[in-house]
């Protein structure tokens, strides 16, 4: 059973804006864990932060404070540690197109990490391994696409590589950053299938950076709602999503699209923001508060968690007991 | 086959057996024979996947295609509610400028890349004004374009502003204003709202929707998301390989699918609030159009496939099943083929006949 802890991230990234120096909390205190065979969403629109998570995650991007425990040992610096770590941390990208090399083989692509992660070595041991993992992802025959070049691969063909790449390392935490937003309709369910059967069959640790909040309460056991760099709101899937209790979740699930069921209404008066610039909302307080319906006085003091049910919170005054 | 809209309405435009080839070594067929009609004031929505040929169709029907795309065959009828109905493809020079942006405008794909980022969006909503109606005055023109940004609900202060200060969704309707400058018939919508956040897109529709009421254009609107066309379009239609393989009334769609493809696609959104049930997508991909297929392009991916399927192109037929407005190209629906109508699982909207385990981590179960 593997943990990975994450305990009051933040990520700062230094504005200069003119002559004035500003700093853009894009993470900012965050907490939460993965375990193994279960699936946690993190939702958010562009730019709450969820991508610069991902990336302090699988260490892509230096957290500017708070700590990250595999198994409870806080993750060291260095190359050799790093490495280590990425063993078992790997992540899947959003762009298929992007994240691999088109000059190289599919092949290529899942011998390097079988080899530097030291998987597989010898000829024949990593012939035998590339073709366990895309035989894994259901990319077959394995002989034929191993020799392919991307290009000559369909999108969802090619994020089933990068999937297979990541799986190369035999990781024990996946990160799954928006893996399906650049494909077709028909073609996402079949990837988020396969890395919910991996899931399970592997018992990996999955954290699924979404911005679709279907997808997030299909897949997913727990949904985090990121808002401006914070968590506003975490707790069972079914919880968030059919009971949101913070504006801001109720707002993202009014708006999503679902002719299924009969649209509820956004709570009056909100709607989203016009214009370029983040409101000036400054620190302390709620960071949504310019765009609440429900804003009051103490919105401007910091807001605690408030429990809503059992493992469901929100960050607001609303739900102060 | 005609396509006729519920009789006695009225027709803005009518598309007859069009067909699109994108001309080289090995010609692309993007769109084979698609006919539809859209009623003024109506929102007809085109759902499809890339490499559908939905996109090629939005150009096509706003003559906006260019080299080495042309119109192989068909007809785009444009009917105004004032004058005789005009063949587009007879239009030429100065007609053909003097039809575009008046009568049929277009909102492009990708708002952060039809604007022009080296100039001012004042100069770029002035463009139309000066090529469209050249007798305007400058301080003329200059009032038009903050009553264009005034409609979209964007301030004056914007028309100096330059592409790149804007946020994806203010682009959106910078681009929405300036398909409204003329007042046109008919607005094309290619993905208007793909790349932008939910909150934004709902934003966007309903300032969409709010235009549409005040100024009574019928709306083609085309995306990938079925889910977002079932809830905005009075009517929808479904193209696959280049064809249009469902067409009917969105209510009714939504109660019941008929084509294969369309039961797959509306199988491939989970729900947001509903059930939890199991869901698949649609295996394999789209087909290859320099090459299509003898028969029904789905075939290759179409779990009811059977081998009339492989050499026989269906034609979009009613489909008995709910009632006269609904029509699929399957032959399923084709009672010459199969006099005792589809199988059971597809009438009930199964795609796959046979049904796997639902995800396990899913907090129904919990």
């Not at chain 2, 023109?141 to 969704?169: A, K, N, Q, T, W």
């Amino acid at each position: 059973m593997s943990i990975l802890t994450v305990s009051h991230l933040s990520k700062h990234f230094p504005l200069r804006d003119g002559r004035h120096r500003r700093t853009l909390r894009a993470v900012d205190d965050v907490s939460f864990e993965l375990r193994s065979g279960q699936t946690v969403a993190l939702v958010g629109e562009s730019g709450s932060g969820k991508s610069t998570i991902a990336r302090m995650l699988v260490r892509l991007t230096r957290p500017t404070a708070g700590e990250i425990r595999l198994d409870g040992t806080p993750v060291a610096t260095g190359r050799r540690a790093v490495r280590r770590y990425r063993r078992d941390v790997q992540m899947v990208f959003q762009d298929p197109f992007a994240s691999l090399n088109p000059a190289h083989t599919v092949e290529y692509h899942l011998r390097r990490p079988l080899r530097l992660h030291g998987v597989a070595s010898g000829t024949a041991d990593v012939r035998a391994a590339v073709h366990d993992l895309l035989t894994r992802v259901n990319l077959t025959p394995a002989d034929q696409v191993a020799r392919r070049l991307p290009h000559e691969l369909s999108g969802g063909q090619r994020q089933r590589v990068a999937i297979a790449r990541a799986l190369a390392p035999r990781p024990r935490i996946l990160l799954a950053d928006e893996p399906v937003s650049m494909l077709d309709v028909s073609i996402r369910l079949e990837i988020l299938n396969l890395v919910d059967r991996l899931k399970r069959e592997e018992e990996l640790a999955v954290l699924y950076v979404t911005h679709d909040l279907a997808t997030a309460r299909y897949f997913a056991s727990s949904i985090m709602v990121l808002y401006r760099g914070q968590v506003v709101e975490s707790g069972p899937s079914d919880e968030v999503i059919l009971r949101p209790a913070h504006p801001y979740t109720q707002l993202l699930a009014s708006a999503a699209p679902d002719p299924g069921s009969p649209r509820t209404a956004a709570p009056g008066g909100m709607r989203a923001l016009r214009g370029g610039q983040q409101p000036a909302t400054g620190s302390g307080g709620c960071l949504f508060r310019d765009r609440c319906p429900a804003a009051m006085d103490v919105c401007r003091t910091e807001v605690p968690e408030f429990p809503v049910a059992a493992g469901h919170m929100a960050r607001c005054w609303l739900r102060q007991p | 086959m005609t396509l006729d809209s519920t009789p006695g309405t009225d027709v803005v435009l009518s598309v007859r057996d069009l067909s699109v080839v994108y001309d080289g070594a090995d010609p692309v067929r993007a769109v084979r024979g698609v006919s539809f009609d859209l009623a003024r004031g109506e929102v007809l929505g085109i759902a499809g996947e890339s490499g559908c040929g939905k996109s090629t169709l939005a150009y096509a029907v706003t003559r906006l295609l260019k080299p080495p795309g042309r119109v192989a065959s068909g007809q785009v009828l444009f009917r105004p509610a004032d004058g005789p109905p005009v063949d587009l493809s007879t239009l030429h020079g100065e007609a053909l400028r003097r039809f575009r942006w008046n009568r049929v405008a277009m909102v492009f794909q990708g708002a952060m890349n039809a604007l022009n980022p080296v100039l001012s969006v004042r100069r770029q909503l002035a463009d139309v004004f000066t090529a469209h109606r050249p007798e305007l005055r400058r301080a003329e023109r200059e009032d038009r374009c903050r009553e264009l940004l005034d409609l979209v609900g964007i301030g004056p202060e914007r028309l100096s502003s330059y592409p790149h200060e804007l946020s994806g969704g203010m682009r959106q309707r910078v681009l929405i204003a300036m398909a409204m400058a003329l007042r046109p018939d008919v607005v094309v919508m290619d993905e208007p709202t793909t790349a932008l956040d939910v909150v934004v897109q709902r934003d966007i529709l309903t300032e969409i929707d709010r235009l549409r009421a005040r100024f009574g254009f019928a709306v083609v609107f085309i995306t990938h998301d079925l889910s977002l066309l079932l809830e905005i379009s009075d009517r929808l239609a479904v193209m696959y390989g280049g064809r249009i393989v469902e067409y009917g009334r969105a209510a009714d769609l939504h109660t019941a699918a008929h084509h294969p493809y369309t039961v797959g696609l509306l199988r491939s959104f989970p729900r947001l609030r509903g059930e939890r049930t199991v869901l698949h997508g649609i295996p394999g991909s789209p087909p290859d159009l320099s090459r299509p297929p003898a028969g029904c392009a789905f075939t290759a991916r179409c779990p009811y496939a059977f081998d009339d399927c492989h050499h026989t192109d269906p034609a979009l037929l009613t489909a008995h099943t709910t009632g006269p407005t609904t029509r699929a190209a399957c032959l399923h629906y084709d009672p010459a083929v199969r006099p005792d109508g589809p199988p059971e699982a597809l009438h009930a909207g199964r795609f796959d006949p046979d049904p796997g385990p639902a995800p396990s981590t899913g907090g129904a179960g919990r």
